[in-house]
C-alpha cells in the first residue's frame, strides 16, 4: 500500500515541495502542469492555444512516466486566468481526446504561477 513517486525530465521540475505525480494502486495522481518548455525551462511564447498545447505534451510524458496514457486519463481539472480562452483550450484539448473524453471541470483563478493562462491536473490509471 506505498506510494510510488513519478519523475521525469520530459516534463517541467516541480517549481515547490511536491512531485510530478504520485502512483497508488494503479492509480495516477498528476499534479498541475503549466506552460513550461522541458527543454529550455521556460514559458512557450504565444497565447492560450500554444500554452495549453505544452500543458498537454506536458501531462503526457508524466504519465508516459508512470506506465499510463492520456487514453487512460479519468479526471481533469483546468485552471484558466481568463474564462475567455474557453473556446481555444477547448480547441487544443480536444485534439488529445478523439473519443471519450475524461470527466473534467474548469474554474477560473485569480493567478496561476509563473502567470500563465492554463494549468491542468488529471487523475488516470495505469
Same mark, same amino acid.
Given at each position: 500500500? *506505498?506510494?510510488? #513517486?513519478? &519523475?521525469?525530465?520530459?516534463?517541467?521540475?516541480?517549481?515547490?515541495?511536491? *512531485?510530478?505525480?504520485?502512483?497508488?494502486? =494503479?492509480?495516477?495522481?498528476? *499534479? =498541475?502542469?503549466?506552460?513550461?518548455?522541458?527543454? #529550455?525551462?521556460?514559458?512557450? &511564447?504565444?497565447?492560450?492555444? &500554444?500554452?495549453?498545447?505544452?500543458?498537454?505534451?506536458?501531462? #503526457? *510524458?508524466v504519465l508516459m512516466a508512470a506506465n499510463s496514457d492520456m487514453e487512460k486519463i479519468l479526471k481533469c481539472t483546468i485552471y484558466l486566468n481568463d474564462m475567455s480562452d474557453f473556446a481555444a483550450l477547448n480547441e487544443v484539448y480536444s485534439t488529445y481526446f478523439k473519443s471519450d473524453p475524461p470527466a473534467r471541470e474548469t474554474v477560473a483563478v485569480k493567478g496561476l504561477p509563473k502567470d500563465v493562462k492554463v494549468e491542468i491536473s488529471c487523475i488516470a490509471y495505469q
Open positions: 500500500m *506505498s506510494k510510488i #513517486k513519478v &519523475e521525469t525530465k520530459s516534463a517541467p521540475d516541480a517549481l515547490g515541495p511536491y *512531485s510530478q505525480a504520485i502512483i497508488h494502486q =494503479g492509480i495516477v495522481y498528476c *499534479s =498541475g502542469q503549466i506552460a513550461i518548455d522541458p527543454n #529550455k525551462n521556460t514559458i512557450v &511564447e504565444g497565447g492560450i492555444t &500554444e500554452q495549453a498545447d505544452q500543458v498537454m505534451k506536458n501531462l #503526457k *510524458s
